[in-house]
């Protein structure tokens, strides 16, 4: 979906939903390092904080206020924070609740 979403925002859609994804693999990679060194509350408030920031720049883009061409870079910070927090924090504490 997240192409359709891309339309009208940048030239060529296909390239954003690329780029989305590319952050994605990323920041995955960042997570496995920081979640072992950091603490897992700091984690979700800062994963939490910056998906709320990353909305708000979104809206702003998608209201007009900003070029449109920033939605994009609205996206791919939400993914990051995402992927940093609230992505896999969830599953790491599952798992360790109930043993295999």
């Known amino acids: 979906y997240s192409t359709n979403f891309f339309e009208g925002v940048i030239e060529n859609p296909l ?58 870079a609205a996206v791919m910070l939400f993914v990051t924070f995402f992927e940093i927090g609230l992505g896999p924090i969830p599953w790491l504490i599952t798992a360790e609740y109930f043993d295999a």
């Open 15 to 72: 390239v954003g939903t690329v780029w989305v994804n590319t952050v994605n693999v990323l920041a995955t990679f960042v997570a496995l390092k920081v979640m072992d060194h950091a603490n897992r509350r700091t984690l979700l408030l800062c994963s939490s904080g910056g998906m709320f920031l990353s909305c708000l720049l979104l809206t702003a883009a998608s209201l007009g206020y900003t070029e449109k061409s920033i939605a994009l």
